[in-house]
């Protein structure tokens, strides 16, 4: 079975700060992995993921992931955060089938 | 072009009605997932549709909950005689193939009083 794990319910963070959300993951096969990120009042945005090929991939709005397979993590990174980052951001597996194993969210929020 | 749109936005049940819920994908998408998302979790499956082809059900909580994709296009999640616990924000996502990247609805909220 998948599991993933979001250690941090809640992340405060001042505004061109750098920030790092924390996501483990456990599974038995290969994975694929996402961060998917909700804004106030609006639906699941896809924000990156992982296939395959370069374990570092990267967003439009300049949030960053690594995989890390010796420590089973996709921790979502971004150097400088703006106020209009703050949103509750999912961490997900899928294995095999297309099902999205979510962890349980963690709320960013960006103080000026 | 139209992502993926969900109704009602909002609902408000009694125990014990009825509801259905109703999902329409992307046009041409393939898959159709359903997901419930509690307050302050994050989402879980309950099912999957491949074209009409409910392929994976086994996320559905209780024999209460129903759902089916005829054409494979428009897709509606009924839940029976409905509890207090059924209460969540239902989401839909769909992709257009398998393995591609799924695109969520808005979700809609049921308060089940």
């Known amino acids: 079975a998948q599991s993933v794990t979001q250690l941090d319910s809640q992340v405060p963070v001042f505004e061109e700060a750098p920030v790092e959300l924390r996501c483990n993951y456990s599974?038995?096969?290969?994975?694929?992995l996402f961060w998917y990120v909700q804004y106030p009042n609006q639906g699941l945005q896809l924000l990156l993921k992982?296939?395959?090929?370069?374990?570092l991939v990267e967003s439009i709005n300049g949030f960053e992931a690594e995989f890390n397979k010796s420590q089973t993590s996709f921790h979502l990174r971004k150097p400088s955060v703006h106020i209009s980052d703050t949103a509750e951001y999912f961490c997900?597996?899928?294995?095999?089938?297309?099902?999205?194993?979510f962890g349980t969210g963690t709320r960013l929020q960006v103080f000026p | 072009g139209a992502g993926v749109s969900q109704s009602p936005r909002y609902k408000v049940a009694k125990r014990g009605q009825d509801v259905a819920l109703r999902c329409d994908p992307i046009?041409?998408?393939?898959?159709l997932f359903w997901y419930q998302q509690a307050l302050g979790q994050g989402p879980e499956f309950l099912t999957y549709f491949q074209n009409e082809a409910q392929l994976d059900k086994s996320g559905l909580p209780s024999d209460r909950f129903f759902a089916e994709r005829p054409e494979g296009s428009v897709s509606t999640l009924k839940i029976q005689r409905t509890q207090q616990e059924d209460s969540a924000v239902y989401l839909c996502?769909?992709?257009?193939?398998?393995?591609?990247?799924?695109?969520f609805g808005p979700g809609t909220r049921l308060l089940v009083l």
């Open positions: 992982y296939l395959s090929g370069s374990t």
């Open positions: 599974s038995s096969v290969s994975v694929y």
């Open positions: 997900a597996v899928a294995g095999s089938t297309d099902k999205l194993i």
């Open positions: 046009s041409g998408h393939v898959s």
């Open positions: 996502a769909s992709s257009a193939d398998v393995q591609e990247t799924q695109y």
